[in-house]
């Protein structure tokens, strides 16, 4: 069995990364799987779009 | 006070009840925090400045509000409705909508392209707090106390009278739930499922 995240995993991680710093272990498995797929690099990209989105929200502007 | 600047304060109104909603929890509360902060802006707009944002201003004004509406009812506090939490503990069958059974996205997620443009469009902001409204009531709250905020996720697990994991599981159900509707409603309408 390999230890590769599948894109469930890989978001769970990167869920988790807004709120706590990753382990160097969970980062590279994050990055491996990230650099294999377009799906969740869109997703990434998204995620943190959401978070500027929530502040801008916050001032209105 | 003209007319047009009326209607400006009266524009952040449903951003501020969002704001008074997370804090209090009681609709009914939570209107009347905004109307006594409204009123009280109104009667104040000569001390608005401009070094804030509008709706930065209105915000401060409704936080005493809030905090003097959260001391009158502390003692009756446990008569609050409280959860629906129950539904969202431990159970990730939700992920299932989302994800096949090997782990892969079953609606791949679309490039947004540029998506900071939307930011200048009004349009963006009212398809934002639709898909906000859409979250489950806990999620909302949650997620803008977190995301809009910037509350420490143990302060809010803490009001809010939950686990962290259990938060964070509603803060994570809460992100996917508006990336969904935001790429449904906004940015992909033409998203592939697969």
Redesign the interface.
């Known amino acids: 069995m390999d230890d590769d995240l599948n894109c469930r995993e890989a978001v769970r991680l990167m869920s988790v990364a807004l709120e706590r710093i990753l382990t160097e272990a969970e980062t590279s498995l994050l990055q491996r799987h990230l650099s294999d797929c377009l799906d969740c690099r869109n997703f990434e990209v998204q995620v943190k779009f959401i978070h500027r989105a929530a502040s801008r929200f916050r001032s209105g502007e | 006070m003209t007319d047009a600047r009326f209607a400006e304060i009266e524009g ?1 109104r449903p ?1 501020l009840m969002r704001y008074a909603l997370a804090q209090l929890r009681d609709a009914q509360l939570a209107e009347e925090a905004v109307q006594e902060a409204l009123v009280s802006a109104l009667e104040n707009i000569a001390t608005f400045g401009g070094k ?5 201003w209105l ?1 401060s004004i409704l936080r005493f509000k809030v905090i003097d509406l959260q001391r009158r009812i502390i003692s009756d506090r446990n008569n609050l409705e409280f959860t629906d939490f129950a539904a969202e503990t431990g159970d990730e069958s939700w ?1 299932d909508d ?2 096949a059974p ?4 079953k609606a ?5 392209g540029n ?2 443009a ?2 200048e469009q009004r349009r963006f ?1 009212e398809v ?1 707090e639709r898909c906000l409204d859409g979250l489950p009531a806990a999620g909302g709250r949650v ?1 803008f106390k977190r ?4 509350e420490e ?1 143990e302060a809010i697990c803490k009001a809010e009278r939950i686990t962290p994991s259990n938060c ?1 599981v509603i ?2 159900r809460a ?2 739930g ?2 969904t509707c ?2 449904k409603n906004w940015f992909g309408k033409e998203a592939s499922v697969g």
């Open positions: 952040h951003y804030s944002t509008l709706r930065t915000t992920l989302l994800f090997d782990g892969h996205w791949h997620p679309q490039s947004w998506p900071e939307a930011f902001w934002f997620f995301e809009v905020m910037g996720t964070w803060l994570h992100r996917l508006l990336r935001l790429e």
